[in-house]
T-cell receptor, first 110, second 114 residues
Framework: QKEVEQNSGPLSVPEGAIASLNCTYS??????FFWYRQYSGKSPELIMS????GDKEDGRFTAQLNKASQYVSLLIRDSQPSDSATYLC??????????FGTGTSLTVIP | DAGITQSPRYKITETGRQVTLMCHQT?????MFWYRQDLGHGLRLIYY???????DKGEVPDGYVVSRSKTENFPLTLESATRSQTSVYFC?????????????FGDGTRLSIL
């Protein structure tokens, strides 16, 4: 079982819609969770971090964490074509190891 | 502020040659990492370093050598390059080992081995 699992997609949404990206993790003791965005041919860029159960909003982005279900999600409201990228979920385990998911490819259709 | 820089950005070489990828960070971060990213595999950790002169293997260390004589530099060497090492290589750094510290990435090196 992988430490971090993501649906590889591709996920396609129309412009202006809400994109929902999901991630599950295996280590129940994990405490820190991150979302990275990676444009094609570029490096991963940190866009959100979340440490507590519930929602954390930053502009059009909302990260949601449910530790009981071992589930992290990223919502992108009013999706724009510029949001088209691969989104990587990352988790810091109870042993302080950093684990990345393989990423979900998102395409926003104009 | 450059942050974390990798060089070269692109490299083409032949099998059997030695190749060194450079990574330099200006944040004085303790931890540095080398990943390779291949289609279908995501990011795979090659080596990491907790401080100068402290390095440890990651998931896929075979065929690679690292050193860290100074905090700011973390070069990755392929001692005898093979075609299977064709990949995009990312260097990353992290301020500390505290549980809330994210990693920050360099722009990557695209390496092709013919």
């Amino acid at each position: 079982q992988k430490e971090v699992e993501q649906n590889s997609g591709p996920l396609s949404v129309p412009e202006g819609a809400i994109a929902s990206l999901n991630c599950t993790y295996s280590d129940r003791g994990s405490q820190s969770f991150f979302w990275y965005r990676q444009y094609s041919g570029k490096s991963p860029e940190l866009i959100m971090s979340i440490y507590s159960n519930g929602d954390k909003e930053d502009g059009r982005f909302t990260a949601q964490l449910n530790k009981a279900s071992q589930y992290v999600s990223l919502l992108i409201r009013d999706s724009q074509p510029s949001d088209s990228a691969t989104y990587l979920c990352a988790v810091i385990s109870s042993g302080n190891q950093f684990y990345f998911g393989t990423g979900t490819s998102l395409t926003v259709i104009p | 502020d450059a942050g974390i820089t990798q060089s070269p950005r692109y490299k083409i070489t032949e099998t059997g040659r030695q190749v060194t990828l450079m990574c330099h960070q200006t944040w004085s971060h303790s931890y540095m990492f080398w990943y390779r990213q291949d289609l279908g595999h995501g990011l795979r950790l090659i080596y990491y370093s907790a401080a100068a002169d402290i390095t440890d293997k990651g998931e896929v260390p075979d065929g690679y050598v690292v050193s860290r004589s100074k905090t700011e530099n973390f070069p990755l060497t392929l001692e005898s390059a093979t075609r299977s090492q064709t990949s995009v290589y990312f260097c990353a750094s992290r301020a500390g080992w505290q549980g809330d510290q994210p990693q920050h990435f360099g722009d990557g090196t695209r390496l092709s081995i013919l």
